[in-house]
């Protein structure tokens, strides 16, 4: 059973920092793409970045370039983000998902398993 946890959410002021990670067990990802998406309050669940099997590639929304990165350390079977700078507009609940359809998806409907999510929540 394949399952995926997040952690490493919490409060925080505007402008500072918060790395989530995700720690996958119940499958080797090592060939897997993973992603980051977030869902904030009467919103639809947004794409925030992905990368793929091996690090090489990495996508990001428009909003997030610059102050978010993604990676992932496959022999620890965890993908992690680092938030820097961090504004009000980033509060969301944050979801780690792998998919097993190749690097490139950015709608949720093409990730195949999810974590129950880290909530994020940055003061003005």
């Not at 060939?31 to 590639?57: C, H, L, T, Y």
């Not at 370039?65 to 609940?93: C, H, W």
Request: net charge neutral.
């Amino acid at each position: 059973q394949v399952q995926l946890l997040e952690s490493g959410g919490g409060l925080v002021q505007a402008g500072g920092s918060l790395r989530l990670s995700c720690s996958v067990s119940g499958r080797t990802f090592s060939r897997d793409a993973m992603a980051w998406f977030r869902q904030a309050p009467g919103k639809e669940r947004e794409f925030v970045s992905s990368i793929n099997w091996n690090g090489s590639g990495t996508h990001y929304i428009d909003s997030v370039k610059g102050r978010f990165t993604i990676s992932r350390d496959s022999a620890k079977n965890e993908v992690y983000l680092q938030m820097n700078s961090l504004k009000p507009d980033d509060t969301a609940v944050y979801y780690c998902a792998l998919t097993i359809a190749g690097w490139g998806r950015t709608t949720p409907e093409e990730y195949d398993y999810w974590g129950q999510g880290t909530q994020v929540t940055v003061s003005s």
